[in-house]
């Protein structure tokens, strides 16, 4: 995978800012219909229980924050957040749709930043599908390094579904990109990576992680996961 498509998913969700909640929320090209809505908004509603149970707590870090969808969540958990993403466009409107002073917001590209603190819980929305495969032992390895003793992992993302994306957009496929189109038309290529629940849970159980990755009826995996306990090192000498 070159850099230069992690330059364009980046510019691309910078151009697709004031745009991208009409995904989540199924308007304009995601609109499919009422049927559609209602069960799409059931599964969210089954991602946004898990995440409640979970109890987020104390410092909270948000990896790839968008326009604050689960940033809202998250300040209502947490002693403090903070929010990082590389569009300085959607943070201006997370900090429209939040608007509290307990989440701090960093401007930084996630392949080339490194949390100054650790922290209790580390969220993230639909960003793990936009890691590339040859990224995702690093990318795991900065999140466990950046928890604390006991931290705690939240992350959710999406099943492959052609019904997820615009009606507009080509069929979705497992070959780690997508093309994107803009409202205006303007076509982007970016990491999509449809992880297999099961398979996912497998990889991360092989670096250290213990936690299942659920899955809803359609659109969703969402997982809870926090780094293995070793009970007796002995036994790995
Ligand atoms: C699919 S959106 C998810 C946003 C939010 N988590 C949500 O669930 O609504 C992906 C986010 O990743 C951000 N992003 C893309 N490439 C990035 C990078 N290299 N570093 C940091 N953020 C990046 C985009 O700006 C966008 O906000």
């Known amino acids: 995978m070159n850099t230069d498509i992690l330059a364009e998913q980046i510019e691309y969700y910078r151009q697709r800012a004031s745009e991208y909640d009409e995904w989540f929320l199924r308007q304009g090209r995601y609109d499919r219909g009422d049927q559609h809505r209602q069960q799409w908004f059931s599964e969210v509603a089954e991602v946004e229980a898990s995440l409640h149970n979970a109890a987020p707590s104390g410092d909270i870090l948000e990896l790839a924050c968008g326009t604050g969808l689960w940033t809202q969540h998250l300040v ?5 957040v903070t929010a990082v993403d ?3 466009e959607v943070i201006a409107l997370n900090q429209q749709r939040v608007g509290s002073a ?3 917001y960093i401007v930084a590209d996630l392949f080339d930043w490194f949390p100054a603190q650790q922290f209790d819980f580390i969220f993230f929305g639909f960003w793990l599908s936009h890691v590339p495969m040859e990224r995702f032992v690093a990318f795991w390895q900065m999140v466990k390094e950046a928890l604390k003793p006991n931290g705690r992992v939240f ?3 999406s099943l492959l579904n052609q019904e997820s994306t615009a009606r507009n957009h080509p069929t979705l ?8 189109k ?15 629940p099961l398979q996912l849970e497998k990889s991360l159980q092989n670096l250290g992680w213990s936690g299942n990755v659920n899955y809803t009826a359609n659109y969703f995996l969402y997982s809870l996961v926090y780094p293995a306990k070793i009970i007796n090192q002995s036994a790995y000498i």
């Open 102 to 104: 307990s989440v701090e």
């Open 173 to 180: 496929h497992q070959q780690g990109y997508s093309e994107r």
């Open 76 to 80: 209502s958990f947490g002693t403090h």
């Open 182 to 196: 803009l409202n205006d038309g303007r076509t982007y290529r970016i990491v999509k990576i449809f992880h297999e």
């Open 86 to 88: 590389a569009s300085s």
């Open 155 to 157: 992350f959710v993302d």
